[in-house]
């Protein structure tokens, strides 16, 4: 009898074993399951959309390079796209609704504007963040904030706008032009002299006639100053390239590429763009700075994205990632790359590389040498006109009418003070 009890319980200890072995292992199984289902929702939380515009194909290899040092440090996933500038509004319109909706974009600065008095941008409060920002150059971080508090955007990389000729046209190193009307003397002159277009005046209305030191009063835009600017360019229109009131940075490109440009104002990406393409003609590239009133700065900036499906770690990721990318030294290796100057306070020495030739060199230098002093003119009219579409389609229009019609310079400069006027935001 003792035999068949002891029998009984080491068979049912036995079962008891397999069926604890057999639970045990279900459990550890689904434990791993269930881990690595949350890691993957980690790891899916934990990824930003990164857009640009129109940095490929040049800069590819740094950006990728950026990204992936900024993956191993924080740990967070960075999908990157690149969209032509022209098309970055429709994107962002089109993209909204879907998954593919960026979190950081590149922007210029009038659009990043638009987004943020839209709602489309998520602010941070610059109070808070005024000690964490100290490296950035004041006059570019101060551009970026709205009301004194709202931080719509931060700083990353900009341009002074420099001459650039072609010396074996004409060598404009040698005048010692004052203003732009005195040159404008000289680009006649060329032109009668040497058959070539001495100047392609691509002229950005709202950022140029501040520079220029015509515009002292966004309300007083169309005043004598800027109207006898554009009497003495109406009045030598056949010296100058055909639609040039109404062309783009390639056209202008393609002319002073096949020599019938001497010169263009413009800032210093122009130059890359040869160095790249024509080695030669950048080998009789030169540049000056110009005598502008005030200098201005072109800049490009990052903002952070708002949309409600955002949480708070998705806005801190970004806000890192933005941090990371303007970092001193991530922005003086763009720099050494592409003569631009980073938003970040740096001197000569953190922009220069070992193979810079003498032109890029001089470039960096010229435009380091006014940057304290140049301004960030794009929201100057904000105030009046706060749409930027709205704003440019006036110039456009004004420029139409002064350049394509034979009406009186008086009467145009007339009924575009009064449309300015009636145009104003509430």
Known sequence: MRYIFNNFIHKFLYFLIIVL??????????????QESNNNIK??????????????????????????????????????????????YQKLQTSYYT??????????????????????????????????LNKYNYNLIDSCIYNKEDLFC?????????????????DFSKDNFRDVLEFLDIVKKIKKDKGVFGFYPFIKFEQDMLAFGFIDNPLNVFNKDVLL???????????????????????????????????ILIGPQFIYRIKQEDIKLYENTDVIKFPFKYYPVSLMVLSVMYKNSFNNDKYLDSYKFIRFITNVKNQSDFAKLVPVLPSVKVNL??????????????????????????????????KVINDPVKRTNIFKEFNNEIFNTSTDINIIFEKYQKIWGSSKSN
């Open 21 to 34: 072995f057999s639970y045990l292992v279900v459990f550890l199984f689904s434990s791993c399951n269930n």
């Open 43 to 88: 790891k899916e939380e934990r990824k930003i959309i990164f857009w640009t515009v129109s940095l490929k194909p040049y800069f590819t290899n740094y950006i990728e390079n950026v990204i992936t040092n900024f993956e191993n440090i924080y740990n967070v996933k960075v999908e990157w796209q690149d969209i032509p500038l022209d098309s970055i």
């Open 99 to 132: 998954d593919f909706y960026p979190n950081v974009v590149n922007l210029n600065l009038p659009l990043a504007y638009a987004l943020f008095a839209n709602h489309y941008i998520y602010s941070f409060d610059f109070n808070k963040l005024k000690d964490d």
């Open 154 to 170: 931060f700083p990353w990389y900009s341009s002074v706008k420099l001459l650039i000729f072609n010396k074996s046209i004409y």
């Open 229 to 263: 600017f554009y009497k003495k360019l109406r009045d030598m229109k056949d010296y100058l390239p055909s639609g040039f009131w109404v062309s783009n940075v390639d056209i202008a490109y393609s002319m002073y590429k096949d020599k019938k440009v001497a010169s």
């Open 349 to 382: 020495n953190d922009i220069i590389y070992k193979n810079d030739d003498n032109l890029t060199i001089k470039v960096k230098k010229e435009m380091l040498s006014v940057f304290d002093k140049s301004k960030v003119f794009d929201l100057y009219f904000v």
